[in-house]
């Protein structure tokens, strides 16, 4: 599986938008970018998935850039509710499985 | 509906010990996955059953640990002989065939004396 690059940490405010990047420059065609959030205590948790086209879904948002090297989860209106471990996981559709998790970004919200 | 249930929540052993972990899949998911998680290592893949398919144990640390899957519903994970760095939350996954979302359970923390 590709590797993925994503700063260790972030901080954000309660109610603003908060840009999770991650870097994938070695993606291939056929591997989609998914992400998994880890809330304190709890097992990972799917977030949305995409391949070439900006997704949305209840949770959040997913900016891929048109070289497919980066991409953006966006949440819109952050809660303390948030505050976890994102995992950014390249996944070859017709591959192996498995998730492979880097170390992720663990996002903190303030009141 | 149900999502994947793990027992027992927490383990306890002492070090050379045998344990058995337990993982209810989601109904009618055909795939299932073992991961774990301890602090030095990060989440990491350990097993993945896909419906009658040979397993892919390619991420199993070592040969102390097995696991099964009977009837393609519940599986068990064994772990011989633990030793202390076996202590680790161990993960259950499960899903459709194929490469879309998984849905993990609460875990197992394994703490090994």
């Known amino acids: 599986d590709a590797k993925t690059t994503q700063p260790n940490s972030m901080e954000s405010n309660e109610e603003e938008p908060v840009h999770l990047p991650c870097n994938h420059s070695?993606?291939?065609?056929?591997?989609?970018i998914h992400w998994y959030r880890q809330l304190p205590s709890q097992g990972p948790e799917y977030v949305i998935h995409?391949?070439?086209s900006n997704v949305n879904n209840r949770m959040a948002s997913l900016a891929i850039a048109e070289d497919r090297k980066s991409s953006t989860l966006i949440l819109h209106r952050a809660t303390l509710r948030d505050a976890a471990v994102y995992y950014c996981?390249?996944?070859?559709?017709?591959?192996?499985?498995?998730?492979?998790f880097g170390q992720g970004t663990r996002l903190t919200i303030n009141p | 509906g149900a999502g994947v249930s793990q027992s027992p929540s927490n383990k306890v052993t002492e070090k050379g010990k045998d344990v058995e972990l337990r993982c209810d899949p989601i109904?009618?998911?055909?795939?299932l996955y073992w991961y774990r998680q301890s602090l030095g290592q990060g989440l990491e893949f350990l097993i993945y059953?896909?419906?009658?398919?040979?397993?892919?144990k390619s991420g199993l640390p070592s040969d102390r640990f097995s696991a099964e899957r009977t009837g393609g519903s519940v599986s068990t994970l064994t772990i011989q002989r633990t030793q202390q760095e076996d202590s680790a939350v161990y993960l259950c996954?499960?899903?459709?065939?194929?490469?879309?979302?998984?849905?993990f359970g609460p875990g197992t923390r394994l703490t090994v004396l």
């Open positions: 996981i390249l996944r070859d559709v017709g591959g192996a499985q498995k998730l492979v």
């Open positions: 070695t993606i291939s065609g056929t591997d989609y």
């Open positions: 995409g391949l070439t």
């Open positions: 109904s009618g998911h055909t795939a």
């Open positions: 059953f896909q419906g009658n398919s040979a397993p892919d």
């Open positions: 996954a499960s899903n459709l065939a194929g490469p879309g979302e998984q849905f």
